[in-house]
């Protein structure tokens, strides 16, 4: 069993709740169910505080990979396709919050693009006095990887691991839930049987080679990213546990939030 008080980061993958291979498609029948599970959950853990983050999949990265948002935004024509990739991002993140919202549970979206600065794509500043007063009003504060304003590259895109990473400085989560397509994070790539168990520090980089980017569009960098940023965090506190998992599996969320352990572990 968790602690009722523990504070659990989930994130919605873009591999998980959009077709990446379509842009700006998201997979509708998958984000109702996942809302229900949520709803599941929620109502025998009331208690239990929980940040949800989802990515931007077929919607921003698409949008983005045309204008290379990424790389900075300097030129008239860059702004407008920073301002394309932030709609798309949020016309996602609508279709999740009326999901989430229809389910009965008490999400409240804080998109990064309306407080979140930026130095060098890292996260510098952000008032999260609004987002620690509706957890502590037991609401749920909902994220996303989005455009941020950049005191270096005039704007560039956090990925939700980011989000949480800023997050997690001020905000101590016990865990960290990452919910995408794929079971865990593959050894054999081609084999999805071959899934990594365990990473820590010190096998990280041994196994490091076989990690891809992504093999749809995927601005922010893939699982390699995903796993060196979440070795940062558990690095920076040893109690934080990570788990990569599929949550395209019924129920393999809810079984995630209540202490099951599934696909791969990321600890110290």
């Known amino acids: 069993m968790i602690p009722s008080t523990e504070l659990t980061f989930l994130k919605l993958g873009g591999s998980l709740i959009t077709d990446k291979t379509r842009p700006l498609t998201a997979r509708t029948d998958l984000i109702h169910r996942i809302a229900q599970e949520l709803a599941a959950w929620r109502s025998t853990h009331p208690a239990c505080p929980l940040v949800i ?4 999949g077929s919607f921003g990265h698409s949008v983005a990979s045309q ?11 860059e702004w407008q396709g920073f301002a394309q990739v932030w709609s798309a991002a949020r016309a996602l993140n609508q279709i999740l919050m009326e999901q989430l919202s229809e389910a ?17 794509k890292s996260i510098q500043s952000w008032d999260l006095a609004p987002l620690k007063l509706a957890l502590a009003h037991n609401l749920i504060p909902v994220v996303q990887g989005d455009v941020v304003f950049d005191t270096k590259s005039g704007g560039t ?27 865990g994070v593959y050894a054999d790539p081609p084999n999805p049987e071959d899934i990594i168990p365990l990473i820590t520090p010190d096998n990280f980089e041994a196994i490091s080679s076989t990690l891809s980017g992504s093999a749809a569009t995927d601005v922010t960098g893939g699982m390699l990213a995903k796993v060196a940023l979440m070795l940062t965090l558990v690095k920076t506190d040893p109690t934080l546990k990570v788990q990569i998992f599929s949550g ?15 696909g791969t572990l990321i600890s110290t």
Not at 104 to 120: E, R
């Open 53 to 56: 983050g989802h990515g931007s």
């Open 104 to 120: 009965g549970l008490p999400v409240l979206a804080f998109p990064p693009s309306a407080g979140a600065i930026s130095s060098g």
């Open 157 to 183: 895109i956090v990925s939700t691991e980011q989000v949480f990473q800023h997050l997690a400085e001020e905000l101590h989560p016990g865990r960290v839930l990452l919910a995408g397509a794929d079971a």
């Open 67 to 77: 204008y290379q948002t990424q790389d900075g935004v300097r030129t008239a024509e």
């Open 248 to 262: 395209s599996d019924p129920e393999n969320i809810q079984k995630a939030l209540s202490g099951e352990r599934l």
